[in-house]
């Protein structure tokens, strides 16, 4: 890399080293972020990397005030139960053989929820006090309150565990995915899906943002995942342009803290991912179709949403509705 390499206070989550550069000074709001990419492996982070107190005032603050009530509203279950759908009918062939199931980060519990209707043996583990508890209630599932930091459970409990959009809010993805490989039996499978850094979908101006301290491309979230015990034997976003990372890991047998890719690989992957950073400009990203047909999309489906979801009072109805619906064709 030409540009300006320092040497960061924290060191990289994936490989160990300090050495980083620069890619973005502001967050997508514009306020001051400090984004570095490691030269070594390409991972990209916060830097440098907040203190647990940080993250915390943040969640308590900043995040969440725009979910202040603790009773999600109806329409936001409608989607949810929609993407609950889509994202199990994607993978069906994992749930369905797996006798037991830990969502990570289960939100309202629509996924789980969804598992528990299609009679699968289903957890979820979330740090909202407000909606695990709206899980429980409303939709009569196990979940457990609690950071992921702070969760245990017994050893080789599971033989599938589900993360979506949880792995880039984590101070140490390394050590939480390293707890994971224990919690699942020999074979199990991990699903993780995260933010693809490399999509192209959003203006390069939204790209950081405080909450998301870690961000990955496929090599990066491969070969940490590897370090950490596991083999990627699915990827169904193997194309930059994907908007997510959407990955399926085996716990390997021996699980001997050895990664794939050698270390002129992942410097490689630095070099390509610093280059495609600095190419997508806003202005290459509003000359594409993508913005627009975005737009129209939104109006259209929530003129559906609001139709449906009239007469209905509770969200298990909306749930019920949407799986009813949809689920027998599985
Ligand atoms: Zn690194």
């Known amino acids: 890399m030409r540009s300006h390499v320092f040497q960061s206070t924290s060191v990289c989550n994936l490989c160990g080293k300090r050495e980083v550069t620069t890619v973005s000074t502001v967050d997508r709001k514009g306020n001051p972020l400090k984004t570095v990419i490691c030269v070594f492996c390409g991972i990209v982070r916060t830097d440098p990397v907040p203190t647990d107190q940080e993250i915390k005032e943040f969640y308590q603050q900043k995040y969440w005030d725009s979910y202040k009530s603790d009773v999600p509203k109806l329409k936001r279950i409608y989607r949810n139960a929609h993407r609950a759908v889509e994202r199990y009918y994607r993978d069906q062939q994992f749930f369905k053989n797996a006798h037991s199931i830990l969502e990570i980060g289960s939100g309202c519990g629509e996924f789980v929820y969804l598992l528990q209707y299609l009679n699968l043996n289903a957890q979820g583990l979330e740090p909202h006090r407000g909606y695990s508890e709206y899980s429980r209630k409303e939709f009569g599932v196990s979940v457990t309150s609690a950071m992921l930091e702070n969760a245990s459970y017994p050893l080789a409990a599971f033989d599938l565990i589900v993360s979506h959009h949880v792995v880039e809010h984590l ?42 301290i870690y961000n990955f491309n496929g090599v990066a979230l491969e070969e940490l995942a590897a370090r950490q015990g596991f083999l990627l034997i699915e990827e169904a976003s193997k194309n930059d342009h994907e908007h997510h990372l959407h990955m399926i890991f085996q716990k390997k047998e021996i699980p001997t803290g050895k990664g794939k890719y050698t270390e002129v690989q992942l410097k490689d992957n630095a070099q390509h991912l610093y280059q495609k950073l600095l190419s997508h400009t806003a202005f290459r990203h509003y000359l594409t179709l993508t913005p627009y047909s975005r737009a129209i999309r939104k109006i259209k489906n929530s003129v559906v949403e609001k139709w449906t979801i009239k007469k209905l009072k509770r969200g298990k109805d909306v749930a019920d509705g949407v799986f009813s619906k949809r689920t027998h064709l599985f």
């Open 171 to 212: 101070r140490d993805p390394a050590a939480e995915l390293r707890r994971m490989n224990q919690w699942l039996k020999e074979g199990g499978y991990l699903l993780i899906e995260v933010p693809n850094i490399e999509a192209e979908r959003h203006s390069p101006n939204n790209r950081f943002h405080f909450a998301h």
